[in-house]
């Protein structure tokens, strides 16, 4: 689904003399969690005359950034018979909206994530390992361009590359923490219609298991496809390091791994589905030559190529 569409939908139910805050619109979406979302998103809306995104605010009734500028923003809000003083909505309880009609996008696919998330398979279930693919996603402008998709697929034996590809496609839901797959999915699919080859293993940049609800990139990409996939990020959003583990609620979810000690942070490996925690690492082990593992290294930088 667009969710850049449904939410300036939502916006646009806002009345005359009233406004809304990042959260209500986020609460209206399905999760609080896109809070920050809605507030990217109203920065990259393109028309604040067709969309109001001047009627959105913070949940303390300060009135936020705003595209055009403040001074703007202020004019049109007293145009709309809001009043602001210091920055801050005068009687903000009394003008703040909260009655949206929605249907909660976000919540039927938090369901669907639980849902699918049984479908994972933490043991190696792939018929021999000969190749494997990174696959990196980019955003190189803003999150209305289009993003740039990058695989590259190597020997696991020779490490040699022997296919690579970029796609673009058009961003229609935004970054949302544990929603990234919604967000990546679609440049995925155009990725594998286009693979020449059908790789062993795949890599994903984000996270496998590794996940509030077991269910990262890796995982919803390895089920959605049906393949054998390992997750790797860069950063920790979740969890506990005990040693080498990663832990959610006490329960081993991945890995740290540094490639070498000149390595300064780890990355934090986790299955993402028919694969084993164990092979998940063997096979980062094998093809890190430096911080990242050569295939989402090169799908990386193929990815952030500029032209």
Do not use: W
């Not at 605010?57 to 055009?68: C, E, K, Y």
């Not at 890995?255 to 942070?265: A, E, H, L, P």
């Amino acid at each position: 689904m667009n969710l850049f569409d449904y939410t300036y939908n939502l916006v646009r139910q806002i009345p005359e003399g009233k406004i809304s805050s990042y959260g209500e619109v986020a609460k209206a979406l399905g999760d609080i969690i896109a809070s920050r979302a809605v507030g990217r998103m109203m920065n990259q809306n393109p028309n604040a005359d067709d969309m109001p995104c001047f009627k959105i605010v913070h949940s303390d009734g300060r009135i936020g950034g705003f595209g055009l500028g403040i001074d703007d923003k202020i004019r049109r809000l007293e145009d709309d018979s809001v009043f602001v003083n210091e920055n801050k909505i005068v009687n903000f309880e009394n003008v703040l909206f909260k009655d949206f009609k929605t249907q909660y996008p976000l919540k039927k696919l938090r369901k669907e994530q639980i849902e699918l998330s049984k479908k994972v398979i933490l043991k190696d279930d792939f018929p021999k390992l000969e190749t494997v693919a990174g696959i990196d996603v980019s955003y190189p402008k803003s999150e209305f361009e289009n993003a740039t998709g990058a695989c590259v697929v190597m020997d696991y034996k020779t490490k040699d590359v022997i296919d690579q590809i970029t796609i673009n496609v058009k961003t229609e839901f935004p970054y949302i923490s544990t929603y990234l797959a919604y967000r990546e999915l679609p440049v995925i699919s155009q990725i594998f219609k286009n693979l020449k080859t059908k790789p062993s293993i795949f890599m994903f940049d984000g996270n496998g298991i590794l996940h509030p609800y077991a269910f990262g990139l890796a995982s919803h990409a390895g089920v959605f496809f049906d393949v054998p996939s390992i997750g790797v990020a860069k950063r920790l959003l979740y969890g506990d390091v005990i040693d080498n583990d990663v832990l959610i609620n006490g329960k081993k979810r991945g890995f740290i791994y540094y490639s070498s000690d000149r390595v300064k942070n780890p990355i934090y490996v986790s299955p993402g589905h028919r694969i084993s925690f164990k092979t998940s690492l063997e096979i980062v082990k094998h093809l890190s030559f430096y911080k990242i593992p050569e295939p989402l290294r090169k799908a990386h930088i193929l990815a952030s190529k500029k032209d």
